[in-house]
């Protein structure tokens, strides 16, 4: 995830346009959280996906990490936020944003 945070950060610095375009999955949704709502677009294939963290323990067993769920949900814009929260909250079941609801929240990339 530290990756993708160095990453986001570094297209925040550029200034250029953001443009989701096909699936965003679990650390690449970060990219919202980082980068102004306005400077990023979505077209039609963008799609959003969204779940709780987690982590692999040393016997390779994954279990659910609540505080840093909390946390990540957070720094979501407060849309995003409000979204995920009216479908049930961060939980091991993805949720996936697209199609009009995305559109709501992100403008259409031209």
């Known amino acids: 995830m530290t990756r993708f945070l160095a990453l986001f950060e570094e297209l925040r610095d550029s200034g250029e346009q953001i443009v989701i ?5 679990s650390a690449c949704t970060l990219v919202l959280s980082i980068v102004p709502a306005e400077r990023i677009c979505v077209t039609r294939r ?3 996906g969204f779940h709780a963290a987690r982590s692999i323990d040393r016997r390779g067993r994954i279990y659910a990490e609540p505080e840093a ?3 990540v949900l957070e720094t979501y814009p407060a849309p995003v936020q409000d979204w995920i929260n009216r ?3 961060l939980s091991s079941r ?3 944003l697209r199609g009009r609801e995305l559109a709501a ?3 259409r990339c031209r």
């Open 46 to 48: 963008a799609v959003l």
């Open 94 to 96: 993805l949720l996936l």
């Open 87 to 89: 479908r049930g909250g």
């Open 105 to 107: 929240l992100y403008r």
């Open 21 to 25: 375009d096909g699936p965003c999955y």
């Open 69 to 71: 769920s909390d946390r």
